[in-house]
């Protein structure tokens, strides 16, 4: 079995940070790309950045230049540093990570997903 457990979410002001951190454990044999994504009330899980195991990153336009993602392949652990907040990065974040297991193929899993609320 595999889980992602999620850290770091919470409340902060408009223009403040965070840092959201995410784990795999279990019968990991292998871990290709991981992401976070974010969904927000009432809308579609949409994309916030994804991280290949090589280093390749992926941005959704409305966080270039604000959140910056990273991973430790060793720990097997993907990070969000969430700067400039606005009020419209409120939602709830999900990371996830393409990973093949010691005794099955590959699919994706999902952590449980954080809230991340910005407000005044």
């Known amino acids: 079995q595999v889980q992602l457990v999620e850290s770091g979410g919470g409340l902060v002001q408009p223009g403040g940070s965070l840092r959201l951190s995410c784990a795999a454990s279990?019968?990991?044999?292998?871990?290709?790309?991981m992401g976070w994504y974010r969904q927000a009330p009432g809308k579609e899980r949409d994309l916030v950045a994804t991280?290949?195991?090589?280093?390749?990153?992926t941005y959704t336009d409305s966080v270039k230049g604000r959140f910056t993602i990273s991973r430790d392949n060793a720990k097997n652990t993907v990070s969000l540093q969430m700067n400039s907040l606005k009020p419209e990065d409120t939602a709830v974040y999900y990371c996830?990570?393409?990973?093949?297991?010691?005794?099955?193929?590959?699919?994706?899993?999902w952590g449980q997903g954080t809230q991340v609320s910005v407000s005044s």
């Open positions: 279990g019968s990991i044999f292998r871990i290709d790309a």
């Open positions: 991280i290949t195991s090589g280093g390749s990153i």
């Open positions: 996830n990570g393409d990973i093949t297991t010691t005794n099955s193929g590959q699919r994706r899993f």
